[in-house]
């Protein structure tokens, strides 16, 4: 029978008093895989409450304490390494290869987060520098905790997305609420079960479960919540920026990466690059590349490289490693198909794919994309990649800034005056020369605006959107 998840309320592990759950099934074995607790409004209260009394202690803690019990987290998570990578991969379908990386990739970001809060310095100021103002005044800054954050992942990096939330508030002394998606909360649950080994105080990491669409609002509205940290979809960040009260928000929301190929691109190195971008975990990133701007006069070439790289993918289920998985679950599937459809319907060129065995999509080119196409504009979070023809670098921009979506772009250029000509005129927080869109290094900043979000997250600014400023100033007597 499926294992009963538990939830996690002021360092218990605990059954819902709803007597309800949700049933997960894994996205490829297709069957239930465990069942996680549909906790009630009483109990997010309850966990709240407790959040709110936990942080004041763990606030008075120094740094270096708080981050022995991080450094302890990561090495736990290490040690339930391949335990976590198989719930991972049963659970959102990703291959146990790239779940091991994430869970290795997670233990690397929260050490760094130790680090780097280690060594994150308030400053003084001098009141003498300012008009009239004079050296008895000295103002002292430094940075304070928020509170209580509430940290909503979403599927696709279950644990790394999250703990991308949890170490930075947690170092900086906030207290945590962690809503997990419901597709990844069994992951989640493991990786606060190795949290929850390093004798981490009471109440200052609360794990909640149960649908976004019935907890979510009342979590969000909460009065004691004082900050969130959203990664997912841009209509679910988009309400919860208009339900929320007035508190600082972090979104990182869609995207719909371009990547402009100029014409003097070394189109070897570029179709790699764009495969790889848009194709791994069969596009199920937010910065997967999910368009391909190239000027006409390289655009059959770059084609027919991306089409020989495409057929040399591997489909099929994670366990084997294959790039192209099944998708999340079929409604995904059949969105994707939609724009596919759309697309085909409206005379794009299929290049290769358009198959598809229940939620596994084969890896779909379309060529000639026109404007009236849904998938010009439309982010799949599946492996189809349509390609745009253009006329000009003016054009290109021009196409890449029509969308409601501004997370990363590519530029493929051999030459970088042109790259950084093109860059500053992109709307989007990154734009990567040489090189597919991606979130790493985790320490890099990393911005979406427009549809794409609001805020930074990279682990210093994560610290930094997790803590304000706090002002003392000295007034000496003569
Ligand atoms: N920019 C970025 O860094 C990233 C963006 N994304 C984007 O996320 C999307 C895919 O992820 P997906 O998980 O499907 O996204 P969703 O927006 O569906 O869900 C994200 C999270 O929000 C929760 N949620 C749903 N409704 C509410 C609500 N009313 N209030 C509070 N929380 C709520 C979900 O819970 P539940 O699961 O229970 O519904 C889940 O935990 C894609 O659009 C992708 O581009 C993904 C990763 C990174
Ligand atoms: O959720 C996402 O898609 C990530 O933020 C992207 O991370 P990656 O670029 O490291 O895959």
């Given at each position: ?239 919860i920026a208009k339900i929320s009260n007035m508190i600082p928000l972090v979104m990182e929301l869609g995207g719909k990466d ?125 492996p189809v990649l349509p390609i745009i023809r253009v006329k000009s670098d003016k054009e290109a921009i021009t196409l890449a ?78």
């Open positions: 029978m499926a294992k009963n998840y538990q939830f996690y309320i002021n360092g218990e592990w605990r059954e819902s008093r709803s007597k309800e759950s949700i049933s997960i099934l894994s996205p490829y074995l297709r069957e239930e895989i465990g069942h996680v607790q549909a906790i009630s409004q009483d109990e997010v209260d309850e966990a709240i409450n407790g959040a709110k009394l936990a942080q004041k202690e763990w606030s008075q803690l120094s740094v270096r304490a708080r981050g022995e019990y991080l450094y302890r987290w990561a090495n736990e998570l290490l040690a339930m390494k391949n335990e976590i990578a198989q719930s991972i991969m049963e659970e959102v379908g990703k291959t146990f290869n790239d779940a091991v990386k994430e869970v290795e990739r997670t233990a690397d970001f929260i050490q760094y987060t130790i680090e780097e809060a280690t060594h994150m310095q308030g400053e003084s100021m001098l009141g003498e520098n300012f008009p009239g103002g004079n050296r008895s005044k000295i103002a002292v800054t430094h940075r304070v905790p928020l509170g209580v954050i509430l940290a909503i992942s979403p599927f696709n990096y279950p644990v790394n997305l999250s703990a991308a939330k949890i170490a930075p508030s947690l170092i900086v002394g906030n207290a945590v609420i962690f809503k997990p998606a419901t597709q990844g909360a069994i992951s989640g649950v493991k990786m606060i079960e190795a949290l929850h080994k390093t004798g981490l105080p009471k109440g200052v990491l609360n794990l909640v479960t149960g649908r976004g669409s019935v907890i979510g609002d009342y979590l969000v509205e909460h009065p004691d919540i004082d900050m969130i940290s959203f990664t997912g979809g841009t209509e679910t960040g988009q309400h371009p990547a402009i190929v100029r014409e003097d691109a070394d189109l070897v190195f570029t179709s790699k690059q764009i495969i790889s971008g848009a194709y791994s975990y069969s596009g199920q990133r937010c910065t997967a590349i999910k368009r391909v701007l190239v000027n006409e006069t390289v655009a059959d070439e770059l084609v027919s490289l991306l089409k020989e790289e495409i057929e040399s993918l591997t489909v099929g289920s994670p366990e084997e490693n294959n790039i192209i998985v099944p998708l999340i679950d079929d409604k995904s599937a059949d969105f994707v198909q939609g724009l596919i459809d759309d697309a085909l319907e409206k005379e794009a060129t299929l290049v290769v794919g358009n198959k598809r065995e229940g939620n596994l999509i084969y890896p779909t080119l379309l060529d000639n994309i026109t404007t009236d196409m849904r998938v010009a504009w439309e982010e799949p979070f599946g800034n029509a969308s409601k979506f501004g997370l990363q772009a590519s530029v493929f250029t051999k030459d970088i005056n042109k790259a950084f000509t093109i860059a500053p005129q992109i709307e989007a927080g990154s734009v990567q020369i040489n090189g597919r869109t991606e979130r790493g290094p985790d320490h890099f900043p990393f911005i979406g605006i427009k549809g794409s979000g609001m805020g930074t997250q990279g682990i210093k600014r994560s610290i930094e959107a997790m803590t304000r400023e706090k002002v003392t100033i000295i007034n000496i007597y003569e």
